[in-house]
T-cell receptor, first 114, second 111 residues
């Protein structure tokens, strides 16, 4: 069975600084997908970024980028130039290739301070 | 209009009552999911459906049942609610290998 672990329950960062959220996972699969979802206080789940395991290049979406280390089974999220609107719960999630089901980590609550 | 809608958005019910949470989507996806969110546990899968005739149990299906009335509709029922079913419930839809689209969530409190 696959598991996803986020070891940082809470983090804080000053506005305009950079912060990295950690995620590790366990799987015997070779092909899979990894996601970061954001949940602001509105509780809506919003996709931040997606990574295919077969791609060596790390995904990037504007201020958000990942460090995907397949051998280490690590998938961290870096937020650059943090903004107050980045304050949210962030979830790391795993999906098997052709699987469809998402397996989530416990979440990291990020606070961006002015 | 939202792609995935859930009703109700908030609900308070008593122990032993039957309750149904409804989900509709306009994305045209075959696959639909029900997740439960608890603090410190993330989201966990309750049930999922890959098409109208395909229903599967997820990680935590005990105490829940589902109905896929149409491609666009997927309902979750608690036959006899208990306090530890107090949680935030999300419906989602998606096409592999792409992301899942989530509804706004239903906050359920069982007293």
């Amino acid at each position: 069975a696959q598991t996803v672990t986020q070891s940082q329950p809470e983090m804080s960062v000053q506005e305009a600084e950079t912060v990295t959220l950690s995620c590790t996972y366990d799987t015997s699969e070779n092909n899979y997908y990894l996601f970061w979802y954001k949940q602001p206080p509105s509780r809506q789940m919003i996709l931040v970024i997606r990574q295919e395991a077969y791609k060596q290049q790390n995904a990037t979406e504007n201020r958000f980028s990942v460090n995907f280390q397949k051998a280490a089974k690590s998938f961290s999220l870096k937020i650059s130039d943090s903004q107050l609107g980045d304050t949210a719960m962030y979830f790391c999630a795993f999906m098997k290739y052709q699987g469809g089901k998402l397996i989530f980590g416990q979440g990291t609550e990020l606070s961006v301070k002015p | 209009d939202a792609d995935v809608t859930q009703t109700p958005r908030n609900r308070i019910t008593k122990t032993g009552k039957r309750i149904m949470l409804e989900c509709s989507q306009t994305k045209g996806h075959d696959r639909m999911y029900w997740y439960r969110q608890d603090p410190g546990l993330g989201l966990r899968l309750i049930y999922y459906s890959f098409d109208v005739k395909d229903i599967n149990k997820g990680e935590i299906s005990d105490g829940y049942s589902v109905s896929r009335q149409a491609q666009a509709k997927f309902s979750l029922s608690l036959e006899s609610a208990i306090p530890n079913q107090t949680a935030l419930y999300f419906c989602a839809t998606g096409q592999v290998p792409y992301e899942q689209y989530f509804g706004p969530g239903t906050r359920l409190t069982v007293t």
